[in-house]
């Protein structure tokens, strides 16, 4: 397989059907490597990004994806910091060859000092880091983190029976009636006409509750307008007469038939109604009535998720680190500019060891 680089959006639009097929043959490909969440993110990142193309060597058609990022000296996946899950985009009969390829490419012809891969809800990542399973890198795993999920029965009175406690199905009984029954309450859901209405409503909500970097806000504006014209998104919105109360976005893929939350925000003024529950009960039921199987909470184990009836699986988060005399120095330097400016201090004796002698990290 040959392995090819592209790195500005004119290349990446002409992917698009290619990496569609790819993605759809691909049962271990999650939605934030898909071609119209990257493409909203690689529009806004500021990061390098690129991606390695695997292409057959019959045909020289692309058939395999691994989008990656450079921020100075280390090498990111291409969706961090915003994506849940990273990844390859490779059906499963070119697997061992294109991951061959991109980890040989990695190694010979990408400047790094240390790769973090992050988020990597993807089993063929042990394939890839066996290429690096030598004494020119170390490879440590970082973090494991937690991503409720739950699993969704054929019905909505099924999955309040049988999939969350009494005590919770009562919650969500009484507040989906009090959205319904008092008329200053009302929901709704983001449509061609007001797209845009819905998600600026939904980042400034969500930012006036949690704050965030003004790229995250841009990040996600381009990612939910190109799911929403890829037909990947849902975004709903809890309101009390003409203020929103509680929001949630939520990706959609119907071959896997998995819904995906992403960001959601709420009122907490509103203790009773409790409007963050509101939506996410509103999203699980829709995802049950248009026949998906996971409703996916993603990264963190707050203890909301599991009232849902999530159940957990881990997401590994793994760092590699050149070794060696070059990087040893390069290292140096840096630490070396950064005493100029008051940043750090050197120790003495650390110029000569600096050099001279290869570091274990």
């Not at 592209?6 to 759809?24: C, G």
């Not at 891969?117 to 170390?138: C, K, P, W, Y």
């Amino acid at each position: 397989m040959k392995i090819t680089r592209i790195d500005n959006l004119q290349q990446f639009d002409r992917l698009k059907e290619s990496w569609d097929a790819a993605y759809a043959a691909d049962p271990h490909a999650t939605i934030c490597v898909s071609w119209a969440w990257l493409r909203g993110w690689f529009a806004v990142t500021p990061h390098k990004w690129f991606v390695l193309v695997g292409r057959s060597h019959k045909t020289s058609a692309p058939v395999a994806f691994f989008p990656l990022a450079l921020d100075h000296h280390r090498l990111l996946m291409g969706g961090n910091p915003l994506a849940d899950y990273t990844g390859f985009v490779c059906p499963p009969e070119h697997e061992a060859e294109a991951i061959s390829g991109f980890a040989a490419y990695v190694q010979r012809h990408v400047r790094w000092e240390k790769l973090y891969l992050r988020n990597v809800m993807d089993g063929r990542i042990d394939r890839f880091l066996e290429h690096f399973q030598s004494a020119r890198f170390t490879v440590q795993l970082k973090a494991q983190t937690s991503c409720p999920h739950v699993r969704l029965p054929d019905t909505w009175e099924r999955y309040l029976r049988e999939s969350v406690g009494p005590t919770t199905s009562r919650d969500i009984r009484r507040s989906l009636k009090k959205v319904d029954e008092v008329e200053r309450f009302r929901v709704t859901c983001a449509e061609a006409e007001d797209v845009d209405c819905h998600v600026e409503t939904l980042l400034e909500h969500w930012h006036s509750r949690w704050g965030c970097p003004d790229y995250y806000r841009d990040g996600f504006r381009e990612i939910f307008h190109r799911c929403f014209k890829d037909g990947r998104l849902w975004l709903s919105i809890l309101w009390d007469d003409t203020s929103p109360i509680g929001a949630l976005a939520a990706f959609l893929d119907p071959a896997r038939k998995t819904m995906t939350a992403c960001i959601t925000s709420s009122d907490r003024t509103y203790a009773q109604l409790r409007p963050g529950k509101v939506v996410y009960a509103y999203g699980i039921r829709y995802a049950i009535e248009h026949g998906y199987e996971v409703f996916d909470f993603t990264r963190g184990n707050e203890d909301y998720k599991f009232s849902f009836g999530a159940v957990e699986r881990f997401s590994p988060s793994v760092a590699v680190a050149r070794k060696g005399l070059p990087v040893t120095a390069r290292r140096f330097v840096r630490r070396l500019q950064a005493s100029w400016l008051g940043e750090s201090t050197i120790q003495p004796g650390e110029a000569r060891a600096g050099y001279l002698e290869p570091s274990s990290s």
